[in-house]
């Protein structure tokens, strides 16, 4: 029986960007992306291990090798409109927070659930890591362009700043393109409540 299972859901693919320079976090925007087992092709967060970061300490020591869950970072329109909206601001690009993909029509994406795929037609599949936490990394991206703003972006994000994603089968992703929703078939686990 299969473990995974489809759903009516599915996002357009509305903008697509790589972050290529080391330090900083800002995203190129691009008309397509060719995805290989590494991640995004010419994406600096690509590769199939990374080094351990300050999300996984009480894991493992910081610098640590392990699997990279982290090659790329999708993330919702409409949520990025609800972020600007909630730091005053008439739009965030998504290059200033260093978007890989944005997708349109999928709601509550940043709490789908782990494991979760997204896959469009020609088969090209990511799978969700986990929500993507807000940092200040893009404030100071957006303080340049909205003096005052870029400390608001961490508290506005909260809860919708997308998820991480890593690469199950490879495959082209276009703007226009759609990805539909895959969730395993699971109920959720009884006892989160209790150790959160």
Not at 14 to 26: D, P
Request: proline content about 7%; some cysteine; charged content about 25%.
């Amino acid at each position: 029986m299969a473990a995974l299972k489809p759903t009516q859901y599915q996002g357009e693919v509305v903008w697509l960007g790589r972050v290529t320079t080391e330090g900083e976090l800002v995203s190129t925007p691009v008309e397509s992306v060719d995805f290989t087992f590494d991640g995004p092709v010419g994406e600096l967060h690509a590769g199939r291990t990374r080094a351990s970061c300050s999300r996984v300490t009480d894991q493992h020591e910081r610098g640590t090798e392990i699997a990279n869950v982290r090659q790329m970072t999708i993330l919702s329109a409409e949520e990025l409109a609800e972020t600007a909206f909630a730091m005053g601001i008439p739009e965030l690009d998504p290059a200033w927070v260093g978007a890989t993909i944005v997708l349109r029509g999928l709601p509550d994406l940043t709490h789908l659930p782990p494991s979760s795929r997204l896959q469009n037609e020609t088969g090209l599949t990511l799978v969700i890591d986990m929500e993507n936490r807000a940092c200040v990394l893009p404030g100071k991206v957006i303080e340049e362009i909205y003096p005052e703003k870029g400390k608001r972006y961490k508290p506005a994000a909260q809860g919708r700043r997308g998820v991480t994603a890593w690469v199950e089968r490879p495959g082209r992703l276009v703007i226009g393109d759609t990805l539909r929703l895959h969730i395993p078939d699971q109920r959720p686990w009884e006892l989160m409540n209790e150790v959160r």
